[in-house]
C-alpha cells in the first residue's frame, strides 16, 4: 500500500475552488507533520502549505496565503487542501508529503513519505 495518496485534483477555471485530498497509511498519524508541494512542467517541486503533527502551526507559501487551507483528519487519517480563488498560475501536479516530525519543513528532502500526486489545470 502506498504510503500517501492524493485525489481532488481537476480542470477548473480562474476563480473556482478545489478541495485535494491526501489518504495516509501512516501510523500513528499524529506522528507527522503533512505538507503540499507541487510542481508545473520545467520548475522544481516547491513548497505549498504545510501543518504541524498535531495541527498546532500551518505554514504557507506567500502565493496562497489567504487562498489555500491545508487541515488534518486524525480520525481518517486524511490530509486536505482546500484551494480557493484559483489562478492559471496554481496549475500543476500536487503532491502530498509526510514526514514523521513535530513541525513542516519547506524543503522537498525534508520529507520521506510522498504520494504520486495529482494534475490540478486552471484555465483562464
Known sequence: ???????????????????????????????????????????????????SRYSSSVEYTDSVKGRFTISKDYNDRMTYLQMNSLQPVDAAVYFCAGERAESTRIVP??????????QVTVSS
Not at 506522528?31 to 503540499?36: E, I, L, P, S
Request: hydrophobic share 40%.
Open 1 to 51: 500500500q502506498a504510503p500517501l495518496v492524493e485525489s481532488g485534483g481537476s480542470s477548473v477555471r480562474a476563480g473556482d475552488s478545489l478541495r485535494l485530498s491526501c489518504a495516509a497509511a501512516l501510523s500513528p498519524f499524529s506522528d507527522y507533520a503533512m505538507a503540499w508541494f507541487r510542481q508545473a512542467p520545467g520548475k522544481e517541486r516547491q513548497f505549498v502549505a504545510g501543518i
Open 109 to 118: 528532502t525534508s520529507y520521506n513519505y510522498w504520494g504520486r500526486g495529482t
